[in-house]
């Protein structure tokens, strides 16, 4: 960083700065005489926004990236640093030219200084301040929009919808643990479509898609908010039914393997494709088991629908 000279004896014009804009520019003028420009070759560093200074921008410009990587542009005019002044912290962004540019360093005293003596110049930071806070907070309400999107990005799967196996991973051990220290019931549904392979080769996978999303659909249409439906492979899923005894996890099975039986699916609004079954395991968590052994036991439950002739509830 070069000093060039100083704003008294410069051809800059206290008019053009946002800062002082209707203030009182004789006054001023004569304050920030003996300011120092400095000049930063394009691609230098501002090195020295560890001091409580404001630096305004008189040719060319400045890209402010800030500790989370967003960048701001700060355009001839305009100013940065002010907030490090006020509350003396460390400006922590990382400052950098844009372009050959010139600037206006105004020592912290300096900035006070103008402060108290014109009302013009207060009101100038504070509008300042007011668009970088509502700035700020717009950017937050983004990022906070996009954490939420990309958090149910991670743990929903994206065909169906339902929770996807991440899910299930981070959860059913905690949903197990839970049930064992409260001494509750716990009850697993594991579905499986039946000859889906057959549905695919007959109709084509996007039609598959399309039944799949349904029956993931219809699954979850039927079941109340307290339980969570999880797609657990390819044309499989899993039903948790937390606090459900086995007799009546049956029972909320029948129920699904009804609806999935009488659910009208539409392949593009065309004509309704054939009507899908599903075979269903139940399995209720034992005192002496562990979430690998509760999904064992509802995997081999299906089995025995399977082996039972599909379309039924086994226990
Ligand atoms: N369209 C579509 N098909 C899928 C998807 N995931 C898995 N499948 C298909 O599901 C079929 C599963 O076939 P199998 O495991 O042989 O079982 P099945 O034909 O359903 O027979 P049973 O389970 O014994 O009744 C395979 O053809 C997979 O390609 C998917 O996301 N979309």
């Known amino acids: 960083m070069e000093h060039i000279g100083t704003f008294g004896a410069s051809a800059y014009r206290i008019g053009e700065l946002q800062l002082f804009r209707d203030a009182d520019e004789q006054h001023i003028a004569a304050a920030l005489a003996q300011c120092a420009i400095v000049r930063l070759a394009d691609g230098k560093r501002l090195q020295d926004t560890f001091r409580a200074r404001l630096y305004i921008v008189l040719r060319g410009a400045l890209a402010e990236a800030a500790a989370d990587g967003t960048i701001s542009k700060i355009l001839r005019g305009e100013s940065v640093g002010e907030q490090s002044v006020l509350d003396e912290a460390t400006n922590l962004a990382d400052i950098t030219a844009v372009d050959d540019t010139e600037l206006l360093v105004i020592e912290a005293d300096l900035v006070w200084q103008l402060i108290d003596k014109s009302n013009g110049v207060a009101r100038n930071l504070l509008r300042l301040l007011s668009f970088r806070i509502r700035a700020a907070s717009a950017l937050l309400r983004r990022r906070q929009k996009l954490g939420e999107f990309y958090r149910q990005l991670s743990m929903n799967d994206g065909l169906t919808g339902l929770y996807n196996r991440a899910w299930l991973n981070d959860m059913l051990p905690k949903m197990v643990s839970t049930a064992l220290r409260a001494e509750g019931p716990l009850s697993l549904v594991m579905i499986d479509l039946d ?12 039609a598959g898609d399309a039944a799949l999303r349904a029956a993931a659909g219809v699954i979850h249409a039927a079941l109340r908010p307290s339980d969570y439906a999880v797609r657990y492979g390819g044309e499989e899923m899993l039903v948790i039914l937390p606090d459900t005894s086995e007799n009546l996890a049956r029972m909320v099975a029948e129920r699904l393997c009804q609806r999935l039986r009488k659910a009208v699916i539409f392949d593009d609004m065309r004509l309704p494709l054939p009507q899908l079954t599903g075979s269903f395991g139940v399995a209720c968590l034992g005192a002496d088991m562990d979430e690998m052994q509760l999904l064992a036991a509802a ?6 629908a399977k082996e039972a002739g599909r379309d039924r509830v086994s226990l």
Not at 199 to 204: A, K, Q, R, S
Not at 299 to 304: E, I, T, V
């Open 195 to 206: 000859h889906f392979k057959r549905f695919n080769d007959t109709h084509g996978h996007l």
């Open 299 to 304: 995997d081999s439950a299906l089995y025995r």
